[in-house]
């Protein structure tokens, strides 16, 4: 088969692959997205659902807030609990800025429905993905697209590939340098079909360990337990998990309403941060390039932040100019790392540390002193709501 050509080939039909593709579109510029799972796979993923305020706009901007504007719940601001007690951290008040509740599900079922009423090409079910040449000005992607073989001729090669892809995988080792951080622990996360029991996000610090409300819907909750990482999903009946929600959520006054759990799972936690998120004319975006524990909700945040950049960057480049494209690197990973300090002190302040369960109670102790400043300080509030609502940089 001749090669297909194309400006921008993506790997990745993610979040970040699909808006990036979308943004490019908005911009006048062709892409080709590769995937190698099925687009129901891509579809049934469920992860976190937080959306700053700069990512409403963006998704907005780019015409994709029709249901986002309808169905995402606006929330005002967040509880912090510890100590049995519940102290609120009211963001609009604070900073006039606010974050809506939408499950990146949502984002990535909108972003499947554009695509498919634009006529994207996107090719799901791709086999033996494989990136070439990208040290030169020509490189170009291989795979197998029911039954044949495929290549595209592309002027760039973007990486929206997660985590686990071939995208970062494919820069030497010699221009590379990993950063990262394992957490002793991991969430257990579950879906139920019950009204969540609270108006807003609510994060808590228990001697037994962290816990989280959440919720997808008027209907629907999504709630979180900090276990061990080493722990099987088949140790958690429906009734231990509620009855831990329970005891860790709990404060006089206040129901914890149960319903059905349709979908649980563990997830473990990291950090991490690749040193370089471009190499010759690869660019990488996304989970490809940077992960977060969860506990901030800038995973997805994240790799709209790089999207905006790249596709702002490539229109540049289009009109003849590079200085962006040049910058993208290191301008995406100056906001990253910030976001990393603050994923990482929300998830040190709220967690337990598994040896101090056990012996002193020092680590316990210094954290409820943290929490107890940052909720009654107005420039500690300040600070969480700055970087909670997402950073402006
Ligand atoms: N070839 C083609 N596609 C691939 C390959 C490959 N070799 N390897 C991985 N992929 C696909 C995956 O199947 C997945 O659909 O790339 C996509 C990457 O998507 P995500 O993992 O969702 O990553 P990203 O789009 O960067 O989204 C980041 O997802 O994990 C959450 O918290 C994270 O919210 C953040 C968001
Ligand atoms: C979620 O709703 O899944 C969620 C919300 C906030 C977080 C993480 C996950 O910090």
């Known amino acids: 088969m001749s090669p297909e050509t194309t400006p921008v080939a993506i790997i990745g039909a993610g979040p970040a692959g699909l808006l990036l593709s979308w943004a490019l579109r908005d911009a006048g510029i062709n892409s080709i997205v590769v995937e190698n799972r099925s687009q129901e796979y891509v579809l049934a993923r469920i992860r976190a659902g937080v959306l700053e305020q700069g990512s409403v706009e963006y998704l907005t901007r780019l015409g994709l807030g029709d249901r986002l504007k309808v169905e995402g719940m606006e929330h005002d601001g967040i509880y912090l609990q510890y100590g049995g007690e519940r102290h609120r951290v009211d963001f609009n008040d604070l900073i006039g800025r606010t974050v809506t509740v939408y499950g990146q599900q949502q984002v990535v079922k909108d972003l499947v429905a554009a695509h498919e009423g634009a006529g994207s090409t996107i090719y799901y079910e791709a086999t033996d993905v494989a990136v070439h040449d990208l040290e030169s000005a020509t490189p170009s992607v291989t795979f197998v697209y029911d039954g044949e073989q495929h290549t595209l001729a592309a002027d760039f090669v973007v990486g929206a590939d997660g985590f686990h892809g071939i995208c970062r995988a494919s820069i030497p080792a010699s221009a590379l340098t990993l950063f990262d951080r394992s957490y002793p622990f991991?969430?257990?996360?579950?879906?139920?079909?019950?009204?969540?029991?609270?108006?807003?996000?609510?994060?808590?610090?228990?001697?037994?360990?962290?816990?989280?409300?959440?919720?997808?819907?008027?209907?629907?909750?999504?709630?979180?337990?900090?276990?061990?990482?080493?722990?099987?999903?088949?140790?958690?009946?429906?009734?231990?998990?509620?009855?831990?929600?329970?005891t860790r959520l709990g404060v006089a006054g206040w129901t914890l309403a149960e319903g059905a759990i349709t979908d649980k799972s563990i997830t473990p936690m990291r950090s991490f941060v690749a040193s370089t998120l471009a190499h010759g004319s690869l660019f990488l975006v996304g989970d490809a390039g940077h992960i977060v524990p969860p506990t901030g909700a800038k995973g997805l945040n994240s790799a709209i932040s790089d999207v905006?950049?790249?596709?702002?960057?490539?229109?540049?480049?289009?009109?003849?100019?590079?200085?962006?494209?040049?910058?993208?690197?290191?301008?995406?990973?100056?906001?990253?790392?910030?976001?990393?300090?603050?994923?990482?002190?929300?998830?040190?302040?709220?967690?337990?540390?598994?040896?101090?369960?056990?012996?002193?109670?020092?680590?316990?102790?210094?954290?409820?002193?943290?929490?107890?400043?940052?909720?009654?300080?107005?420039?500690?509030?300040?600070?969480?709501?700055e970087q909670y609502t997402g950073l402006r940089l």
């Open 186 to 246: 991991a969430w257990l996360g579950i879906l139920a079909d019950v009204a969540p029991s609270t108006d807003e996000l609510i994060y808590a610090l228990h001697e037994d360990g962290f816990a989280m409300h959440s919720m997808r819907s008027p209907e629907v909750s999504r709630l979180y337990l900090q276990v061990d990482p080493g722990d099987d999903i088949a140790n958690w009946s429906d009734e231990r998990i509620w009855q831990a929600l329970q």
């Open 308 to 385: 905006t950049q790249l596709a702002e960057a490539l229109t540049a480049h289009y009109k003849n100019d590079d200085a962006l494209l040049g910058r993208y690197s290191e301008t995406a990973l100056a906001r990253q790392w910030r976001v990393q300090q603050f994923s990482r002190w929300m998830t040190d302040m709220l967690h337990r540390s598994p040896g101090d369960l056990q012996s002193d109670r020092f680590d316990y102790r210094s954290q409820v002193g943290q929490l107890d400043y940052v909720t009654h300080s107005a420039f500690a509030q300040r600070m969480l709501a």
